[in-house]
């Protein structure tokens, strides 16, 4: 009591004061701390970013020349019939596989959310395993299933050949299409099935009482009111089919796609220029498309305007029932093929025909003594870029809600950009920026590698502590203000304490993605920051598919233990965390 | 030793460089004694919030000055102000159990344990809370009265020296509502901390405040105690928002009388009851307003000189009085007049036509202005 009245006192007198004075006395830890994530992202996101976009209007090569002006890299694109031929198919595929994930996942989720049957919660769950997995793991394990030496191929072919067809091999359009849809269906599924069961089901129940059929309903009502969660799990689906690498590199065959071709241009020949134009494009590609969805969606976004809500009902015949069960299994059989192949295939020497052949543990003996080094680098670069991405995160998320500054709208758009942004292209930013004649070198560095794993993630925690920090109410850290704390107290005491569950929820999000990235790492790796998936990548290139199986089997049980545990304690679902605002 | 509270031509203005700025406060002067339990009263909108928003440093006022006894504190930040505050929410963490809840405020100030419990038992005694310290949950396991007395207590513990509070009864249900606010009135006089208490609620205001002030879009219309307010109201605003005053259009024939609108009836009020502050730029032949209170009104059956014709449309039995509500001509009023009466008239029910008479020496007179 004493001290506080002196303190009074003296800030009674400060306050005469002119301007400075009056800056002195305000707390300025909260600037200071707000400094740190500002500047690493205006070094490592925004500079890369300006590097890449003045680099693909650069002649090509690896040189950064100020005031050299060359639309080469651009024109290329009517030149080259490769560079035609990437556009193309990256278009194809990338449409075909939104297309079809909408078919796959809308009637799953329709069936999940309003069929009764058992089961659903373990429906969901496996569900989610596809997208949680490494993508290029999948790829791979179709080559198993469909290559030329394929086991389905092999059991179709039994079938065919008698009749004089063959089936063709997975590589190619076919594959990647195949491949992809299997892997990213599970983002329409789920934010399908979210819309479908919490929509209010009084909407279809009034429309029904003045005379509307099922179907009438279904068309009119309950499928316009999903269109926004549909927007939005398409426009992922698109996104990532778009950016993936792992796929097309290991089963697109001839067939480049961009990402690969900007791979090519980096590997190959170094032209970082080149690339850079390619990264422009297919940003660009993204860009439209996200801006496309956007109108859509804006004009189908709608409010809720009853404030009681009754559950749905869900449709109890027969008929229904056996369709959706069986539908729903034939789904996640299909998708989750390539997990229960994989574990197989570590276990056997080899599999060409109809059974694998030669049962063996050597794949797993032989991973510490070739392996031990990449799986150290990818716990630590994980981990660390998760750890820091958090703190990056958690602290730009509580600038933009909490003290809304004018530029909170940009600073929103920075952060979120990574999301949209491919891994490579990301890669191909940070190699203009920190290699060649550049002040700050750090190809080959482990440091990159976390900067670009921080820069691509941090979205993750962003938008889970964004989202809840916006819940939150501010009074909890006024009544703290009051009580006598200043900023930083209040953070530590009781800003950080509450949204912990949203960091952790991110951070887990994000550490089980930077286990199993590959599309960044690939162009940043160096021979001393080799992870596992690199290694898994090259044993597939080598065609030893039992070593890359048991390396798989491995990534696949750490990262599923992770998510089984988060959801074990927090139960929620992880689709959501994928969406974006 | 309780602070005295002054605000010097407090303005504050919200987007002020913007296309619709906001006048929150408009050149509010007044202070509030020390140990007093003041309230401040107003619609939504007035500026009560942003008032107390601004006493505790939340908001910055854009000019004039806040002072704490002599102290100016208009940029000192709130954290180095010294002060209690309940929020409407009570923001209780549910992170910390009561005990740390309510400690919250020691551990800043890094007293030592020892003192940390003996003061925060005092004051859970004070609130009434000693048993729940025994078993010390967290927050979110109490009834709605329990974290409210929590809210208190940790705003309490440290002495400050100022108690604010932000619509405290507002997330409470009616019963606990009456109880909570004499009991909030009991605690601020057994600490003698000077008090503001935010309402929009009119009766609560007038049963725990020693003062209140009624504000309306940033301006203090009013201030002084229930008696004043209610028997000596400065503006019809006032009149109608502490109690129900009813309205009828006139105007004037004399300095202290008014004729009411499409009649003939002539109404004399007591100088005392006259309320215009420009009254001096009025003529006679102006539009005024003459008030009266539900009680200072009267319905029968029959004509009488001076009544006024309207047609009951709702009677309401209250208990203690009868609630007529008549409507007159939408020319002299329109707003149906509440008029209690003492008992039920036979022979009165529902559509039935009245003549409305204002008692002797009652009524008031007022400048004609919005009213809401």
């Known amino acids: 009591m004493k001290k506080h009245d002196k303190n009074l006192v003296n800030a009674g007198e400060v306050s005469g004061g002119g301007a400075f004075k009056r800056l002195l006395q305000k707390d300025i830890t909260p600037y200071l701390v707000f400094a740190i994530p500002l500047t690493f992202m205006v070094i490592f996101l925004v500079y890369p970013m300006v590097t890449t976009l003045m680099r693909a209007f650069m002649p090509a090569g690896n040189k950064m020349v100020i005031g050299s002006f060359s639309l080469k890299g651009f024109t290329k694109f009517f030149e080259s019939s490769m560079y035609q031929k990437a556009l193309g198919n990256s278009f194809i595929v990338s449409i075909s596989v939104t297309l079809l994930c909408i078919v796959i996942g809308v009637p799953m989720g329709y069936f999940v959310a309003r069929v009764k049957m058992p089961g659903k919660s373990l429906i969901l769950s496996l569900g989610i395993l596809p997208i949680i997995m490494p993508s290029f793991v999948g790829a791979f394990t179709w080559v198993i299933l469909l290559g030329r030496q394929g086991v389905l191929r092999h059991f179709f072919n039994l079938f065919l050949t008698p009749l004089g067809l063959e089936m063709p091999p997975i590589y190619g359009m076919f594959g990647m299409i195949l491949c992809m849809t299997l892997t990213y269906y599970p983002f329409v599924f789920q934010l399908a099935y979210g819309a479908f069961a919490s929509s209010n089901s009084l909407l279809e129940e009034a429309g029904m009482l003045m005379g509307a059929g099922k179907w009438y309903i279904f068309r009119t009502i309950t499928f316009p009111l999903i269109l926004p969660s549909l927007g939005a799990g398409a426009l992922l689906v698109f996104v990532r089919s778009i950016g993936n690498f792992g796929i097309p590199a290991i089963i697109g065959g001839d067939k480049y796609v961009l990402p690969t071709l900007i791979y090519f241009r980096v590997n190959g020949f170094w032209d970082l220029n080149g690339a850079a134009s390619i990264a422009v494009v297919n940003v660009l590609i993204t860009a439209v498309v996200l801006w496309l969805q956007k109108r859509v969606i804006n004009k189908h976004e709608y409010e809720t305007i009853s404030a009681t809500h009754s559950e749905v009902k869900l449709h109890g015949g027969k008929g229904i029932r056996i369709i959706a069960i069986v539908y729903c299994m034939f789904i996640l059989i299909a998708s989750l093929l390539p997990q229960f192949t994989i574990i197989i295939m570590s276990f056997f020497e080899k599999w060409v025909g109809l059974f694998p052949e030669g049962f063996t543990f050597a794949h797993y003996l032989r991973i510490p003594r070739y392996s031990s080094k990449e799986m150290v680098n990818t716990f630590f670069l994980s981990v660390i870029a998760t750890i820091l991405a958090a703190i990056l995160g958690s602290i730009i998320a509580y600038i933009t809600e909490r003290k809304k500054p004018k530029g909170a709208a940009l600073l929103d758009l920075a952060i979120m950009a990574p999301f949209i942004l491919p891994g490579t292209v990301v890669s191909v930013a940070l190699l203009s920026a920190f290699s060649g004649n550049s002040a700050l070198k750090l190809t080959g560095t482990f440091t990159i590698i976390v900067i670009a794993y921080m820069v691509r993630r941090t979205p993750y925690v962003y938008r889970s502590v964004a989202a809840s920090l916006s819940q939150l109410n501010p009074s909890l850290e006024e009544a703290s203000t009051i009580a006598g704390a200043n900023w930083f107290y209040t953070f530590r005491k009781v800003s950080v304490p509450l949204i912990m569950p949203a960091i952790i929820s991110g951070s887990i999000l994000t550490l089980t993605t930077l286990l199993q990235e590959l599309s960044t790492t690939i162009l940043l790796y160096s021979s001393k920051t080799r992870t596992v998936p690199i290694q898994i990548y090259g044993a597939v290139a080598d065609g030893k598919l039992g070593e890359a199986s048991a390396l798989s089997v491995i990534l696949l049980v750490v990262v599923f233990v992770i998510v089984y545990l988060m959801n074990r304690k927090q139960g929620q679902s992880i689709a959501s965390s994928f969406k974006m605002g | ?372």
């Open chain 2, 1 to 372: 030793m309780s602070l005295s509270l002054t605000y010097k031509s407090v303005n504050k203005i919200f987007g002020e460089h913007e296309k619709n700025p906001v006048h929150a406060l408009n050149e509010v002067s007044f202070t509030i004694n020390p140990g007093e339990l003041f309230c401040l009263l107003g619609p939504s909108g007035c500026g009560k919030t942003t008032l107390l928003r601004s006493t505790a440093g939340l908001e910055s006022i854009t000019n004039g000055k806040i002072l704490y006894g002599e102290k100016d504190m208009t940029t000192i930040p709130p954290f180095r102000r010294n002060i209690g505050m309940v929020f409407q929410s009570f923001a209780l963490y549910p992170h910390m159990n009561i005990f740390e809840n309510v400690a919250y405020g020691l551990r800043i100030r890094k007293t030592p344990e020892k003192e940390v419990v003996k003061k925060v038992t005092e004051v859970m005694e004070l609130v009434g809370l000693t048993e729940e310290l025994k078993r010390n949950p967290s927050p979110t396991g109490l009834s709605g009265g329990q974290q409210q007395r929590v809210a208190i207590a940790r705003a309490l513990v440290y002495d400050p020296d100022l108690l604010l509070l932000d619509e405290p009864l507002a997330n409470l249900d009616a019963k606990l509502r009456r109880y909570m606010r004499a009991e909030i009135r009991r605690i601020q006089k057994a600490t003698n901390i000077t008090t503001i208490f935010v309402t929009h609620d009119q009766e609560e205001a007038m049963a725990i405040g020693d003062r209140l002030a009624v504000l309306r879009r940033g301006i203090v219309e009013q201030i002084g105690t229930s008696n004043e307010l209610y028997t000596n109201p400065d503006s019809a605003f006032v009149s109608n928002f502490i109690g129900k005053m009813n309205f009828f259009n006139a105007t004037l024939t004399a300095k202290n009388q008014a004729r009411i609108a499409l009649s003939d009836t002539l109404v004399d009020v007591k100088p005392e009851k006259v309320r215009m502050a420009a009254a001096a730029k009025l003529s006679l032949g102006d539009a005024v307003l003459v008030g009266a209170r539900p009680e200072q009104m009267e319905i029968s059956k029959e004509k009488s000189k001076g009544a006024i014709e309207g047609h009951v449309q709702i009677i309401q039995h209250l208990g203690q009085v009868v609630r007529y509500e008549v409507l007159l001509d939408e020319r002299i009023s329109d707003a149906p007049m509440e008029i209690d009466m003492p008992a039920l008239i036979a022979g009165i029910s529902e559509r039935d036509k009245v003549y409305v008479s204002l008692k002797e020496g009652m009524p008031f007179m007022f400048l004609p202005e919005e009213r809401n």
